[in-house]
């Protein structure tokens, strides 16, 4: 059977094209390699892609079969996907999806014919051109509540005025605290420093207290690095994140150091995992993204605060920094921004270039 009925998460590495993968040589001569590596070949191209952009291409293979099966086109057409049926399929997608979320939709059919060696895959070095026009005009016909609006930042301010509803006796509220304080001056992303759910969490992926230390530069400064051991773009190494000492509230050494001492959660353990009694037993909770954005909403709304989306926690820390005169690259670096993506989110571009375009040097 080649699409069987499987969850949605495994349709990528389940559901096999018609044509089977024949291993080659360089003459395109067939290779007398026993079957079981091309399941380790397999599983190694699996792996090459982060866990987060699997979810991502998880129900797409469906949406392709469904408009194949949906045009009568033959299951051995199906894959090698020429250049007409990618054009076709995407054509039916524009006006009704975010051109962004096209781009996805064809790229989880290239990850899908890479990982089961199907060849010729679309020979993009020809049709290059003609996939960038498609997915442009995607872009532009996207409809208007997909478009991407800006998004409203964390400020200092907002934070400050949102801790005092958190209860710094109660163990959840002071690692959402923690979290918020370490995320935001950080320039951290929200799923860098939480768990998706409560069975994710591993010391191998997610950060833990065992990942803290303290360094002093030569003028005496001090930064608390908090290295987390496997992100999205640096899978094998993880990357680090940095913060210092901060006067006010919303300080991220004072909420993070009051966190470890009430939770006191193991070396092992979720750097931000909190008491939790259920059965008169007391165990440690990972804090898990979802519960996190509760927890900040709750108390936003019980301040009088909008709620805010969780990128704006990221967004406001990289707006901040630049509003500080904090050079472009620097900022790049902190908020582990791949590319000028971020300039897209910004808002306040005159004030941060204001400095930059005085008649004298400031």
């Not at 039916?92 to 089961?116: C, E, F």
Request: charged share 15%.
């Amino acid at each position: 059977m080649l699409h069987p009925h499987c969850p949605a998460c495994e349709h990528l590495i389940t559901w096999k094209p018609a044509c089977k993968h024949v291993f080659q040589d360089a003459t395109g001569l067939p290779l007398s390699l026993p079957n079981e590596f091309i399941d380790c070949v397999q599983q190694v191209l699996l792996h090459g892609y982060a866990e987060s952009t699997l979810e991502t291409y998880a129900s797409e293979p469906l949406a392709y079969h469904v408009f194949c099966d949906s045009c009568s086109i033959p299951e051995d057409q199906h894959a090698p996907c020429s250049s007409d049926l990618l054009n076709a399929w995407m054509a039916t997608m524009a006006g009704n999806y975010a051109g962004t979320s096209v781009k996805n939709y064809v790229h989880s059919i290239q990850a899908r014919h890479i990982i089961h060696g199907v060849k010729h895959i679309w020979k993009w070095d020809l049709d290059k051109a003609t996939f960038d026009t498609m997915v442009q005009g995607a872009l532009h016909l996207q409809p208007e509540h997909s478009r991407r609006k800006k998004c409203q930042s964390f400020t200092l301010n907002y934070i400050s005025k949102l801790l005092p509803d958190l209860d710094t006796t109660n163990p959840f509220d002071i690692a959402c605290g923690g979290c918020l304080t370490t995320s935001f001056f950080c320039a951290a992303r929200v799923g860098e420093l939480t768990v998706p759910t409560l069975k994710d969490f591993s010391p191998e992926n997610h950060i833990t207290p065992s990942g803290i230390c303290n360094a002093t530069d030569r003028n005496g400064f001090q930064t608390t690095i908090l290295h987390i051991p496997h992100t999205k773009s640096s899978q094998l190494e993880g990357e680090d994140l940095y913060f210092s000492e901060q006067l006010g509230p919303a300080d991220p050494a004072s909420w993070l150091r009051h966190h470890i001492l009430l939770n006191k959660p193991g070396s092992s353990e979720h750097l931000f995992a909190y008491s939790y009694t259920a059965s008169n037993k007391v165990t440690h909770r990972p804090l898990t993204k979802s519960a996190f954005i509760q927890c900040i909403h709750k108390a936003a709304k019980s301040r009088g605060l909008p709620a805010l989306q969780r990128h704006g926690i990221h967004i406001g820390a990289t707006l901040k920094y630049l509003l500080q005169g904090v050079p472009f690259d620097t900022v790049q670096v902190l908020g582990h921004w791949k590319s000028n993506a971020f300039l897209l989110y910004l808002c306040k571009h005159a004030e941060i270039m204001a400095p930059y375009m005085q008649p004298e040097p400031h």
